[in-house]
């Protein structure tokens, strides 16, 4: 059976690989086009998106969104998702055991969609380096929008990155 967005989608609402789902109202499986150049991928989803089901919706998803455009891209042509699916309670970062457990999710992610370009975001998303389905494609590393909203040195840093990610995308 080919494998599809919605499958995947369904495969992380019933997903009870780590004790994740005890806690969370929703999985957030990810969202984008499945023929998406730009594939992004942070740490895990807050309370918004655990509300609501969508990746990236709460503030560090509009500072997030607001990076991109200021480089040109729309959001709604990047796949956007987390290396865990389900919210960690109380925002905690997720455990390497969490990570390994939802790691199929994202690597079915990463095959079907083929993105060119994986953009890391943050220490957790770094977990998926080394993997095989990383293999032929460009993968950039940025620091987390949550500390770059926090602090002006990370604010800066992470414009000056997505001025080098401009650069990358522009010679697609
Ligand atoms: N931070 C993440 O890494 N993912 C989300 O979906 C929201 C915030």
Known sequence: MNDSLELISNDVENCKKCPLFKYACHGVPGEGPSNAKIFFLGQAPGVNEDKTGRPFIGRAGQYLTKRME???????????????????????????????????????????????????????????????????????????????????????????????????????
């Open 70 to 172: 200021e480089i040109g891209l729309r959001r709604e042509d990047c796949f956007i998702t987390s290396t865990v699916k389900h919210f960690p309670p109380a925002n905690r970062t997720p455990t390497h055991e969490e990570i390994a457990a939802c790691q199929p999710y994202l690597i079915r992610q990463l095959k079907l969609i083929n993105p060119k370009l994986v953009v890391l975001l943050g220490k957790s998303a770094q977990t998926i380096k080394g993997n095989p389905a990383l293999d032929g494609r460009i993968v950039f590393e940025v620091i987390h929008p949550s500390a770059a909203m926090r602090f002006t040195k990370m604010a800066e840093r992470m414009k000056r990155e997505f001025q080098e990610l401009k650069k990358i995308v522009e010679r697609f």
